[in-house]
């Protein structure tokens, strides 16, 4: 560099001079993250840098280049997937489970393979300190490491493959020497018998864990090992067991890829099953709620024809009715047969996707849609219905009939109709009691059955039922309660309140299935 004499002269002095006529610097070991580059104008004498030397082939910095942030950023994602996968294949899958039945055979598995160690421990140093003469000593060492080596296969099967495989390579090489003047057709070399079956097992429980390509992989390296060792450096008189070796670790790996595949496509399967369950939960259940909101428009529509004509007739009810009066009441009657309107093209969506049945009780003739919603005064007609299917059906009414809303009539009679109908589905032969009870708060349903006096036949049904009796009560804001009762029989409890202002002071159970059961209908809760 040239000298410079003072401040003011280093100020004046271009960067670019010094450095075209300074020698090389040396350049400087490659950082792990990349440092940012120097500012172009600098107050003081200009150092020499990686960056500042023109011709330098470690000078790119930049944002694409190799050892610029993008580069490093590349390099580091590199290692990380390589540490990772590295990390993944030394510590192997989860070890290999227990039996799930029977129970006491449960590490069956476990103790076999710790039992065929012990074997292949002992076989190996036998073999390896008298046909390989390498003495006792590394004889012991290389036969406990392959016994090692399979014990470890049933937590870390790859780092078990890994000192299977380099304790047969070493004792091959080993034993080169000592076999120059033997006499053939010599032992067999590389592979004997307890080592073969020691790494067939260990690459079996490594298929058995590890995805395909990784079983094939190792396969793949234990026959380029097995190929140099006898095909490359080959040894004294020896009977070869290089292509026998493989063909079997072969079967144990593809034996292994097999099962391991197996139980996969079971797996799916459950979990898949496990989805077709829950989204046929949910079918259902729409389904039901499609069933409830086609009665409910009926009743909703009923309403709104029934504002729509007293909308119409209230002027004629008052002597010289005002201008404003008239205007109103003909507003609510054209908003009323607006919605009736709507209510009707939502009604006939609803019905559309089974206009033969657009109740959802089975298949009719299409006269459904035309015919009024039942109400508890069809309770009689149902009973009689049913006892001439075949069961034994009692009534009991008690309480004062005060009157209830069409909704509420409409849910009763539909949860009646269902517990009857399951009765004589599940129940044939039973004897069966209804009781309706009246509270001013609201209504309370009881149908109980006894034990069936025959075998129940097949139901063609769907299982819908109960699912549809809880959504009737849970739309009122009442509870519904379904459970075995101790003879043998079953029962069917629910209650519908009032009113909403009723259902917003009923305590409502944990959960749907009424396991407190039905709420105290007189408001007593003492």
């Known amino acids: 560099m040239p000298r410079v004499d003072g401040v003011d002269d280093a100020k004046d002095a271009r960067p670019e001079d010094d450095t075209r006529s300074a020698p090389p610097p040396p350049l400087p070991p490659l950082p792990l993250s990349p440092s940012p580059p120097l500012p172009e104008t600098r107050p003081a004498v200009p150092l020499p840098a990686r960056s500042d030397h023109p011709t330098s082939p470690a000078s790119s910095t930049g944002p694409t280049g190799p050892t610029g942030p993008a580069g490093s950023a590349q390099v580091r994602r590199g290692r990380s997937s390589l540490s990772v996968r590295l990390g993944g294949l030394l510590s192997g899958s989860a070890p290999l489970p227990p039996l799930s039945r029977p129970r006491w055979l449960r590490r069956l598995p476990h103790v076999v393979i710790c039992l065929i160690a012990v074997v292949v421990a002992i076989g190996g140093i036998d073999e390896l300190s008298g046909s390989y003469r390498l003495g006792v000593e590394f004889g012991l060492l290389a036969g406990v490491a392959q016994g090692v080596a399979l014990v470890l296969a049933l937590w870390r099967p790859f780092p078990a493959w890994w000192l299977s495989l380099s304790g047969t390579f070493i004792a091959a090489v080993a034993a080169r020497s000592n ?4 006499v053939p057709p010599g032992p067999n070399w590389p592979w004997i018998g307890p080592t073969i079956a020691s790494h067939a097992l260990i690459l079996f429980l490594l298929a058995l864990r590890m995805p395909a390509r990784v079983a094939l992989g190792v396969l793949a390296v234990t026959g380029l090992v097995t190929a140099l060792v006898q095909g490359i450096l080959g040894g004294g008189p020896y009977s070869g067991t290089g292509v026998l070796a493989v063909s079997v670790f072969a079967v144990a790996v593809l034996l292994g890829t ?14 898949q099953e496990h989805l077709t369950a829950e989204e046929r939960s949910r079918r259902t259940l729409l389904e039901e709620r499609n069933r409830i909101a086609r009665e409910l428009h009926d009743v909703v529509a009923h309403h709104m024809s029934v504002i729509s004509i007293q909308a119409q007739v209230a002027p004629h009810l008052v002597d010289n009715p005002s201008d404003e009066l008239k205007e109103n009441l003909d507003g609510i009657r054209q908003n009323a047969l607006e919605a009736l309107t709507e209510l009707r093209r939502v009604l006939g969506v609803l019905r559309s996707e089974n206009p033969d049945d657009a109740y959802g009780l089975g298949a009719g003739t299409g006269a459904a849609p035309d015919a009024p919603q039942p109400t508890l005064d069809r309770i009689d007609a149902l009973v009689e219905n049913t006892r001439a299917a075949g069961l034994a059906v009692t009534t009991e009414i008690t309480g004062e009939q005060l009157p209830l809303p069409p909704g509420v009539e409409l849910s009763a009679y539909r949860i009646v109709q269902e517990a009857l109908s399951n009765a004589l589905r599940h129940a044939p032969g039973s004897v069966v009691r209804v009781e309706l009870t009246h509270f001013p708060r609201g209504l309370q349903i009881r149908v109980v059955n006894s034990s069936p006096s025959r075998p129940a036949p097949p139901s063609p049904g769907a299982g819908h039922g109960l699912l549809g009796m809880r959504e009737r009560a849970m739309m009122l804001g009442g509870t519904l309660m379904a459970m075995e009762t101790a003879c043998g029989g079953f029962t069917v409890a629910a209650f519908l309140p009032r009113s909403a202002a009723t259902a917003s002071r009923t ?20």
């Open 179 to 182: 076999m120059t003047d033997m």
């Open 258 to 271: 097999a099962l391991r595949g197996s139980r996969e496509a079971r797996t799916q399967l459950v979990e």
């Open 507 to 526: 305590p409502r159970p944990d959960d749907s299935t009424g396991r407190n059961g039905p709420p105290d209908p007189t408001g007593d809760t003492s």
